[in-house]
């Protein structure tokens, strides 16, 4: 059945299709992380409520100019129809197509070049504007804690630094949700604490391992058009052994977290996601690197939500201290 054209579809279905918002999830998880942990702090309700809030126009803001910028170069174009054909070869879930699988909003004619840059405007005014009360509550760090993350953020694929297409978007991907997270619970609590800074490196390596996942699908396209990420880089066996090591190592800082409170066991809840994502990538069976991609983006939602419920329960019982 052919799919609906832009016409046919209500005007939510247009909104969400433009914004992308199960792409957002992840970042607003990660700032709600540390918010929820820093809520016994004494910080304001509206500081507990405006940064995650901030964070997600921000969260649109670098995932709609991604998408401007990767249509300007043509890449999308190229990476969708490829990964489009690759879906339709899997037994993939209509609910997980829908969450992880569409086409570049300019590309499909949903949005206008003239239309995006007014709306890229627009979200960058919004999340200043919903930053400055939190700006006059921390002070100006922070102004340079936006600023580094924006720049990693948004240059991701934007010229000319393009960090994605220079092999260091996984790591600015990384470095960026770390920040995401340990950032908001520092400015709403004014501390840091171990078990924060722990689960911010791990989420940091979770979600850059999903960028990892993400891209390697198309690296002969990302070559045809000049661009060298991580994952060509490193080579499909290269790229697979990093794979299981952060996977590994992500379960470490899991198991060092429990050292500090032991119900932060239940991250240990994804196993069954990433055994079936080795599962997968061990035996290599056809588009087997378009299969792993919704298991990656599972893997860093649930982490995310499983450390707010841990906190949730820490905050209503107390930690249990193993050591």
């Not at 004494?42 to 409520?49: D, H």
Request: with cysteine; hydrophobic share 55%; aromatic share 10%.
């Amino acid at each position: 059945m052919d799919a609906p054209s832009k016409e046919e579809l209500s005007v939510l279905t247009r909104i969400n299709l433009v914004f992308r918002f199960s792409y957002t999830l992840p970042f607003v998880l990660a700032s709600v992380c540390g918010i929820v942990c820093a809520t016994p702090y004494g910080a304001p309700w509206y500081v507990l409520v405006l940064v995650p809030a901030a964070v997600l126009f921000l969260a649109l803001l670098v995932n709609f100019s991604n998408d401007y910028f990767d249509h300007k170069s043509g890449v999308d174009a190229k990476v969708n129809a490829r990964k489009l054909r690759s879906r339709e070869n899997l037994e993939t879930s209509d609910s997980m197509r829908k969450l992880y699988w569409s086409g570049n909003q300019f590309d499909t004619g949903l949005v206008t070049e003239a239309q995006g840059r007014a709306i890229i405007v627009m979200l960058a005014l919004v999340t200043v504007v919903l930053a400055l009360p939190v700006i006059a509550y921390a002070g100006w760090v922070v102004i340079v804690l936006g600023l580094i993350g924006t720049f990693l953020a948004f240059f991701y694929t934007a010229p000319p630094v393009n960090l994605g297409a220079r092999g260091l978007g996984e790591v600015s991907v990384a470095v960026a949700f770390l920040m995401m997270c340990l950032c908001s619970f520092y400015v709403a609590s004014g501390t840091v604490t171990v078990e924060v800074a722990l689960f911010s490196v791990m989420i940091g390596l979770v979600v850059g391992l999903m960028r990892l996942i993400d891209s390697m699908s198309a690296n002969d396209i990302h070559l045809e058009m000049g661009e060298v990420n991580m994952s060509i880089r490193l080579g499909t066996e290269g790229t697979v052994k990093a794979i299981k090591a952060v996977v590994a190592v992500s379960y470490v800082l899991a198991a060092a977290m429990c050292c500090v409170n032991l119900i932060d066991i239940l991250l240990f809840l994804t196993l069954p996601i990433t055994l079936k994502m080795i599962r997968v990538i061990n035996a290599r069976g056809e588009h087997w690197n378009v299969a792993i991609i919704p298991f990656s983006f599972l893997f860093s939602v649930l982490t995310e939500a499983l450390f707010i419920v841990s906190a949730v329960c820490t905050l209503a019982f107390g930690p249990v201290a193993l050591l």
